[in-house]
């Protein structure tokens, strides 16, 4: 008899655990509002005029094998293809967090870089003028220093609003079409980094 209380009493004893280790690991995404990469933390959630955006992906973007920075997508809603991202309307966000320091002429001869790959010469003319105004911008950032943070907005009704650290920088540019071709620099078919395209697509 005693024998047999025992084994209930373990049993009791072992179902309880059992469940508070059910219990804990279904509420523990409830209270997860951030996302960890290569040490950076990112919110789920990003505040971008009157909109809440979601994070749809992030990722690493390497230079062969160093950590440059991490880029992280915010959308509407959950786009896993560049056309689907590149035709949502709303606002929409690009967050790059730096992992090392970079100079603003490295960084802003990348960005005019994948500018001209993901560009045919017919766009790359038509978007002369804000393409001379987003490259300006980059004079205005000093050296980027590891933890520092760019975003890159699109605001309907606004046009691109550009920060650094939270503090805007150069002139919002009104151009749709601009926002498209600044988002192909990591989504188009010549991206900055392929691993890292599919993380802010979150492709499977």
Partial sequence: MKTSTNIISKLCRLGAACGLVFFTGSALPAFADTVTISGVKLEDTAQVGNQTLKLNGAGVRYKVIFKVYVAALYLPEAKSTTQDVLALPGAKRVTLVMLRELSNDDLGQRFMDGLRNNLDIDERGKLIKPMITFGQMFSLVPVLKKGDVLTFDWIPGTGIVCQFNGQKI???????????????????????????????????
Avoid at 194 to 200: I, P, Q, S
């Fill in 170 to 204: 150069g002139e919002t540019i009104n151009d749709p079409t601009f926002y498209n071709a600044v988002l192909k620099i990591w989504l188009g078919k010549h991206p900055a980094d392929d691993a890292l395209k599919d993380k802010m697509l979150n492709a499977k």
